[in-house]
């Protein structure tokens, strides 16, 4: 290996792209970063588009101890989920089953802030301003501009994309030969952020995520350390079939009767939201699929790669888990002794034989869960299913955990828990049309290991995708 210390060319400097620089310097790479924006727009927040990042135990166990800490400093704890019902009820939800497993929540800006500072600590050099025109992933190079017209080039051993759903360097490279398969779509919904005023957000218990479901549509809030809240409406944007979109409520009156019908008990509390939905343009939601991540020495990494919609609060989580992958398979064949630039193709290869089937499952995890977070937490058949699954994994912690905590609270491949998760559900479905849950809670769990264990040993197909529970016996 060359005496020399390797270089690493960042494109984007959001909270991936930091913490990928705090991370290679600390294995002595010299790291530049460039982005296209100037420095204060990267930590302004996005007026009425914004909604808060949320850190799960994927995301926080790559952090090292000490910039754990700082982020929990700035976050919210959240270990249930509060759902509000159209009659005034509440029905709250455990994230977990220990008190080491909830959620944090962060303002994007506060993270933003902190990792920039991080990353800029480190001795990563910042270019701010700077957007990607040009790459060359053969010899590792990036071509920028800024806003004075001025070209500059960037070469070192390693090019990463950390640009986002709109990454320039997924296009430049594309450009270049190779030959990635690029899907884009555009799902229906669309969101909107709302201003709660201090005694809503009083009103709100502090330790909870706030959601009111409405079939197609739903108001999330999400506590702050402040205590403040930070609210947004999600719904279609369009108008089809009749049902409610943002395109319907046109007029003051209509916003408010939407609002005092659907959410009553929070309603008094959003004085502006009239205005915000008929003044704002929905923030649209997107869907970025890519395959594969790398092409000679670059690599793409977070939403470069993946864009997710945020209905598993899973986007952040997979970005920061591509970062530490990545930097663990550097280490792996740093160490083998193969030339640098071998060791980073090697690197490349390897992660995006790993991540790619990762970002399709957690995408499509996330979709699944739009209709989770829009219906069925408002109906008992599914907090029955709920009840049910959480006493199997209390008698049963060897043989069953629930989705969610798969998702949130392991390290477990997102693609290896879609299989897994598949079997349980076909396992649980089968013993629940053959006894109720509510009187045969004992014989379910009792056989389950035994039902299972039968259909994992048949089952050789591809993962399936769609893991909405299937009612158990007396829900209909």
């Known amino acids: 290996m060359s005496a020399t210390p390797p270089k690493a060319v960042i494109v984007g400097a959001g909270p991936v792209g930091c913490l990928l620089a705090v991370e290679l310097r600390r294995r002595d790479f010299d790291v530049e970063i460039y982005e296209k924006c100037d420095a204060d727009t990267v930590l302004r927040p996005g007026v009425g588009r914004s909604f808060n990042l949320t850190l799960t135990h994927r995301g926080l166990s790559v952090l090292h101890p000490w910039l754990r800490d700082r982020v929990y400093e700035i976050g919210s704890v959240l270990r249930q989920r509060i759902v509000h019902h159209t009659d005034g009820t509440l029905t709250r939800q455990p ?109 709100l218990a502090p330790d909870g995520m706030h959601l009111w479901p409405r079939s197609d549509h739903f108001l999330q809030a999400q506590p702050n350390r402040d205590g403040s809240t930070t609210t947004t409406l999600f719904m279609p944007v369009g108008n089809e079939g009749g049902e409610l979109r943002f395109r319907s409520l046109t007029g003051t009156e209509a916003v408010r009767e939407h609002f005092e019908r659907e959410y009553p ?87 995006s034989e790993q991540r790619v089937a990762a970002g399709q499952a957690i995408s499509q995890l996330s979709m699944d869960n739009l209709h989770e977070l829009s219906k069925s937490i408002d109906d008992a058949g599914f907090h029955r299913r709920q009840r049910l699954e959480r006493m199997l994994h209390e008698y049963r912690p060897a043989e069953f955990t629930q989705l969610y905590q798969l998702v949130a609270f392991t390290r477990t491949p997102y693609d290896e828990i879609i299989r897994r998760s598949r079997i349980d559900k076909l396992a649980l479905d089968t013993l629940c049309e053959l006894y109720d849950p509510d009187t045969e809670a004992e014989t379910i769990i009792s056989s389950y290991a035994e039902v299972r264990r039968g259909l994992d040993e048949h089952d050789t197909r591809e993962p399936a995708l769609a893991l909405t529970a299937t009612p158990a016996k007396g829900e209909h």
Request: glycine share 10%; net charge negative.
């Open 95 to 203: 994230y977990g089953i220990s008190d080491d497993q909830h959620l944090l929540s962060v303002p994007r800006r506060e993270l933003q802030r902190i990792l920039l500072a991080e990353a800029r600590a480190s001795g990563a050099r910042m270019f701010f301003g700077h957007s990607c025109v040009g790459a060359d992933a053969h010899r590792g190079e990036a071509m920028f501009v800024d806003p004075r017209g001025t070209v500059r080039h960037a070469a070192g051993d390693i090019l990463i994309g950390c640009d986002g759903a709109n990454s320039a360097l997924r296009y430049e490279l594309s450009k270049g030969g190779a030959r990635m398969q690029v899907h884009q779509r555009y799902i229906a919904h669309g969101h909107v952020e709302l201003t709660l005023t201090p005694e809503g957000s009083a009103a």
């Open 265 to 351: 008990d929070i309603a008094p509390h959003l004085p502006l939201a009239a205005d915000e939905v008929i003044r704002a343009r929905p923030a649209l939601l997107k869907v970025v699929d890519c395959a594969p991540y790398n092409y000679g020495r670059a690599v793409l990494v977070g939403d470069s790669a993946h864009t997710i919609v945020p209905f598993f609060g899973q986007g952040i989580n997979c970005s920061f888990e591509d970062a530490d992958i990545l930097c663990r398979l550097l280490d792996k064949y740093w160490r083998s002794g193969v030339d640098r630039h071998e060791a980073i193709r090697a690197a490349g290869a390897e992660f």
